[in-house]
T-cell receptor, first 113, second 112 residues
Framework: DQQVKQNSPSLSVQEGRISILNCDYT??????FLWYKKYPAEGPTFLIS?????DKNEDGRFTVFLNKSAKHLSLHIVPSQPGDSAVYFC????????????FGTGTRLKVLA | EADIYQTPRYLVIGTGKKITLECSQT?????MYWYQQDPGMELHLIHY???????EKGDLSSESTVSRIRTEHFPLTLESARPSHTSQYLC???????????FGNGTRLTVT
């Protein structure tokens, strides 16, 4: 039972355009969500997070949107750069529950120069 | 910047060998985790710890064991490695549930 789903295994975007990565979840108890970026043979690097009391959080080129009613979150990267090419994972946790962070399967983003 | 270290980065080992993957963090975090990840797959939680002398199994069945004798150290041991253990093993830590996990660079294990 996969509680966090990233249905697009890959995405290609032209440099300078917007990248939109999507994530769906099934557990309505999740209340803290995170995005990570991962290069091959390295550990994931934290990008941005959002609490369920918000519907948007921005940090530079990265914006995360949360739609609780749809159990959906998305990561927007504007403008996309070739260095953004990596695998992006979303993750979720129930802060009132155990300390288990649940991850999606990842989306491979390729930014074309 | 997070300070969490994993050794070795790469390991190729024969079937039946005992191995220990090391993970240390210098941030004083109580919560530590081991995840296993194969290409194209999600990160699977195999073990976690709330603090010293506290360890729990994760959602993915694993033949590995962990220990937490010191706050900063969370090693993972495979008593008898098998080819099915070939994977990337990622260690992480956090201070509390409203904070992100900080990951090490991982250990890429290959069992021949």
């Amino acid at each position: 039972d996969q509680q966090v789903k990233q249905n697009s295994p890959s995405l290609s975007v032209q440099e300078g355009r917007i990248s939109i990565l999507n994530c769906d979840y099934t557990n309505s108890m999740f209340d803290y969500f995170l995005w990570y970026k991962k290069y091959p043979a390295e550990g994931p690097t934290f990008l941005i997070s959002i609490s369920s009391i918000k519907d948007k959080n921005e940090d530079g080129r990265f914006t995360v949107f949360l739609n609780k009613s749809a159990k959906h979150l998305s990561l927007h990267i504007v403008p996309s750069q070739p260095g953004d090419s990596a695998v992006y994972f979303c993750a979720a946790i129930t802060t009132s529950g155990t300390y288990k962070y649940i991850f999606g399967t990842g989306t491979r983003l390729k930014v074309l120069a | 910047e997070a300070d969490i270290y994993q050794t070795p980065r790469y390991l190729v080992i024969g079937t039946g060998k005992k191995i220990t993957l090391e993970c240390s963090q210098t941030m004083g975090h109580d919560k530590m985790y081991w995840y296993q990840q194969d290409p194209g797959m999600e990160l699977h939680l195999i073990h976690y710890s709330y603090g010293v002398n506290s360890t729990e199994k994760g959602d993915l069945s694993s033949e590995s064991t962990v220990s937490r004798i010191r706050t900063e150290h969370f090693p993972l041991t495979l008593e008898s490695a098998r080819p099915s253990h070939t994977s990337q093993y990622l260690c992480a830590s956090t201070r509390n549930k409203n904070s992100p996990l900080h990951f090490g660079n991982g250990t890429r294990l290959t069992v021949t």
